[in-house]
């Protein structure tokens, strides 16, 4: 793994720097303003700073390291699984990341508690049952399988669990401390979540944004939430759509969000009505369509859906956003993302974060799509409970921080 800082004057001339040095593909990390340190640092103007990380090729492909082979034998003969601790702030500002030299006291003032609680996990005296070699085992096998119940514990798939205890055995030997183990994990899930893909403010041409998913998981109310947040706090020209003819409810409360705002409303049965209202609205800067709610199993409706989105053409920018709960079953979770892959490419927006206490499908769905996060919303009030998803806040949850 590759973390570099980069400073300039602006986050854009920082991020170009990162760019044209690491590739396209790097990740930022954090962006924070800061001043250069000396005598005359107080008569400075502070200069943006820019974290980036990117996996090295060889950290890409599978490992039979060992050591975390090692791991993974000892944590399938059972260990106490940690708890995450209920009340977990679900949204945080951006946090700074650490270079390879500062991991060890910025990791562990990040994860609050978690160091502590594990150490004490270390030097406890095991009981006879829990593994058959204890004796036997170093601390750092010993704290990988804390992490690993602790994510276990959290809702990650054990796939991706085992992915991540493969990729740091390639790098760790037995010896490894705490905080390199700790501040690796924590670096490399950040780097899989990736930086949230949102709605882009910069406008060229009009933008025509599609909100998919099963019923109930808040797509409505979601779509209220960005369009109160495009109108008020942006000033943009913002029309409301829906294709959901399934549901009188649905029409009507988005058509009530719609005369709050003061913003044109439309019911579009077909997809001649769809290219109308496109062309009758061809003035406004966003057009949020809501969409019916099925059943992943539901043809019919699948075939609708394809229809709408595939009429859209090129004389606008379409985004398609999946709206999902995170409160659902993970199998469920991912027969319903592969379903609506069938027919298009989303973002993933995750709701109903404050009705669950484990973060894992997040994290599980991120990885089995590919697709990039964007939203997560934690509550029904409009147009408050909304926030872009914060890669760092989550790795922090998932590892048992605060």
């Known amino acids: 793994m590759i973390i570099k800082k980069f400073q300039a004057k602006t ?24 001043r250069k340190k000396g005598l005359t640092s107080f008569m400075r103007k502070p200069v943006v700073e820019v974290t980036v990380g990117m996996e090295e090729e060889s950290e890409r492909t599978p490992s039979s390291n060992p050591f975390s082979e090692l791991a993974r034998q000892s944590i399938n003969r059972g260990m106490v699984r940690q708890q995450m601790p209920a009340g977990a702030d679900i949204i945080a500002d951006d946090e700074p990341v650490p270079d390879k030299g500062k991991n060890e006291k910025v990791i562990e003032q990040r994860l609050d508690s978690l160091q502590s609680l594990l150490e004490k996990q270390l030097t406890k005296e095991p009981e006879k049952d829990e593994f058959e ?112 003819t399934y549901r009188i409810a649905a029409a009507e409360q988005l058509k009530t969000y719609a005369g709050i705002l003061n913003v044109p409303f439309r019911v579009i049965y077909t997809e001649e009505e769809m290219t109308a209202a496109l062309d009758d609205y061809k003035d406004y800067d966003y057009i949020l369509v809501d969409t019916a709610g099925h059943s992943q199993h539901n043809e019919a409706q699948k075939d609708a859906m394809a229809h709408f989105l595939s009429c ?21 979770l991912l027969t319903i993302a592969d379903a609506y892959s069938e027919f298009t490419d989303y973002k993933l927006i995750f709701t109903k974060l404050d009705e669950t206490t484990t973060l894992g499908n997040l994290f599980n769905l991120c990885m089995h799509t590919g697709a990039s996060m964007s939203y997560v919303t934690c509550g029904q009030n409009v147009p408050d409970d909304i926030a872009v998803f914060s890669p760092q806040s989550t790795v922090k949850q998932l590892l048992g921080g605060k």
């Not at 986050?11 to 800061?34: D, F, L, P, Q, T």
């Not at 709960?325 to 993970?330: D, E, L, P, Q, R």
């Open 133 to 244: 070699t204890a004796g036997e085992e170093d601390d750092s096998v010993a704290f990988l399988k804390l992490i690993y119940n602790t994510l276990i514990d959290n809702e990650v798939a054990e796939k991706y669990a085992n992915e991540l205890l493969d990729e740091i055995g390639k790098i760790n030997t037995p010896k490894s401390s705490v905080d390199f183990i700790l501040g690796n994990i924590y670096q490399k899930m950040i780097l899989k979540f990736g930086q949230p893909v949102t709605i882009p403010l910069g406008l060229e041409r009009q933008r025509v944004i599609f909100f998919i998913g099963p019923t109930g998981v808040g797509k409505t109310t979601t779509i209220a939430k960005l369009a109160s947040k495009l109108c008020i706090n942006h000033k943009k020209k913002v029309v409301l759509l829906t294709t959901d």
């Open 11 to 34: 986050e854009e001339e920082a991020v170009s720097a990162a760019r044209k040095e690491m590739g396209e593909n790097v990740v930022i990390m954090s962006v924070r303003s800061v």
């Open 312 to 332: 859209i053409g090129d004389s606008v920018d379409k985004d398609t956003y999946l709206v999902v709960s995170a409160t659902t079953k993970y199998r469920d």
